[in-house]
C-alpha cells in the first residue's frame, strides 16, 4: 500500500491505520520505520517532488518481492513542505516472521534512498534548495549529455 | 511529437520534438548549455520506464522524462 499525502505525514494515525488494517490477517511481525525531519545546517524543514508513475511501478516492484516472502510492505511519503520536527516518510513491512520484516525494512528502505523517484528540498528562509549533495544518480544517468 | 518533461529540480516547461529516436534528442539538446549541466547527471525514462541506451526509438506519442538526482525519505 503506498500513500501520498501533502505536508508533514500524521505518523500516529497512519500507524494506527495500518495496525488496524493488518492485525487481524495473522501477521506475527509489524516493523514501522518513521523518518522525522532534522533541524540541521539552519533548515527551517525539506521540501518534496515526486514523479508518481515511477514511484507506484519501483514499489509495485517491491511490493512482488514482499509477496514472494509472505511478507506486505506499506509506505507513505510526503509532497510539498515538511517543517523539523514533523515527518516525511513512513515505511512498515509485516510478515508471519519477524527475520523476514527485519531483514526486508533495511534493504526496502535502503533502495528507496537509491531509486525513488522523488526529489528533496531544503527550505531556507522560506525558500527551496534543491538537496543536490545529498541525492543520488539514477541508473542510465548521463544519456543525452552532449559527447565532449 | 514526442513530449519531453524536465522533472523535479531542472524547473522547465514541457516542450514537444520531432524525432525518431533519443540520440536526435541529445542532438537537438547540444546546445543549451544550462541544460547540459542537467543532462550530465538525469536519468532518462520513455514512457515512464528508465532506458539507458541512446538508439531507443521515440515515436510521436512518446513520453520522455529527465530524472535528476534522488533523494527521498
Known amino acids: 500500500m503506498l500513500e501520498l499525502h501533502d505536508g508533514s505525514l500524521h505518523v500516529n494515525t497512519i500507524l494506527a491505520d495500518w495496525y488496524a488494517k493488518i492485525s487481524d490477517k495473522n501477521y506475527g511481525a509489524f516493523i514501522p520505520f518513521v523518518g522525522i525531519v532534522r533541524d540541521e545546517d539552519d533548515i527551517e524543514g525539506l521540501s518534496f517532488d515526486i514523479y508518481e508513475p515511477i514511484l507506484k511501478s519501483w514499489f509495485d516492484a517491491w511490493q512482488e518481492r514482499a509477496k514472494a516472502q509472505n511478507a506486505y510492505l506499506l509506505m507513505a511519503h510526503s509532497r510539498g513542505d515538511v517543517p523539523n520536527h514533523t515527518s516525511s516518510y513512513i515505511a512498515a513491512v509485516v510478515s508471519p516472521k519477524r527475520k523476514v520484516a527485519l531483514s526486508m525494512i533495511n534493504d526496502f528502505v535502503e533502495d528507496f534512498k537509491a531509486n525513488a523517484p522523488i526529489w528533496k528540498y531544503d527550505l531556507i528562509d522560506g525558500k527551496r534548495v534543491y538537496a543536490k549533495e545529498r541525492s543520488h544518480l539514477l541508473q542510465g544517468h548521463g544519456l543525452l549529455k552532449a559527447d565532449a | ?73
Not at chain 2, 542537467?38 to 520522455?64: F, Q, R
Open chain 2, 1 to 73: 511529437m514526442a513530449k519531453v518533461e524536465f522533472l523535479g529540480p531542472i524547473g522547465r516547461a514541457s516542450i514537444e520534438v520531432d524525432i525518431q529516436n533519443l540520440s536526435e534528442l541529445k542532438n537537438y539538446f547540444k546546445e543549451d548549455k544550462e541544460l547540459q549541466e542537467w543532462l550530465g547527471i538525469c536519468a532518462v525514462a520513455i514512457n515512464d520506464t528508465l532506458v539507458c541506451e541512446a538508439d531507443v526509438p521515440v515515436s510521436s506519442h512518446d513520453k520522455i522524462s529527465l530524472l535528476p538526482p534522488v533523494c527521498g525519505g
